[in-house]
């Protein structure tokens, strides 16, 4: 079974940082896309990040690009989402998802209907 586990979340005043960490068992990283999406109060799910499995590149929604970034590490089977220069507007749960990769690539993954796997969220609360 796929299974996530975010964790890392907290209170954080504006301007910042926090890294939120996704530990995932039950696959392989180089076949999925790993992704970190946000949903705050009121608002629907949004992508943040992703990874591509096959070979590591990222891609980042623009209200984030510039300020996290995704990374990893696979030996240890875990993702990561620095955030620096949080803004109160950042306020959310924060999520991370798996999906089987195919030939689709760009903002195709930053699509929350996209993913089958999910984790718990973590809560991100960035006060101003």
């Known amino acids: 079974d796929v299974q996530l586990q975010a964790s890392g979340g907290g209170l954080v005043q504006a301007g910042g940082s926090l890294r939120l960490s996704c530990a995932a068992s039950?696959?392989?990283?180089?076949?999925?896309?790993i992704g970190w999406f946000r949903q705050a109060p009121g608002k629907e799910r949004e992508g943040v990040s992703y990874?591509?499995?096959?070979?590591?590149?990222?891609y980042y929604a623009d209200s984030v690009k510039g300020r996290f970034t995704i990374s990893s590490d696979n030996a240890k089977n875990t993702v990561f989402l620095q955030m620096n220069s949080l803004k109160p507007e950042d306020t959310a749960v924060y999520y991370c998802?798996?999906?089987?990769?195919?030939?689709?690539?760009?903002?195709?993954?930053?699509?929350?209907?996209?993913?089958?796997?999910w984790g718990q969220g973590t809560l991100v609360t960035v006060s101003s």
């Open positions: 998802a798996a999906t089987p990769e195919d030939w689709h690539s760009g903002s195709y993954y930053l699509r929350p209907v996209v993913y089958d796997n």
């Open positions: 039950g696959f392989t990283f180089d076949d999925y896309n």
């Open positions: 990874m591509a499995g096959h070979d590591g590149s990222t």
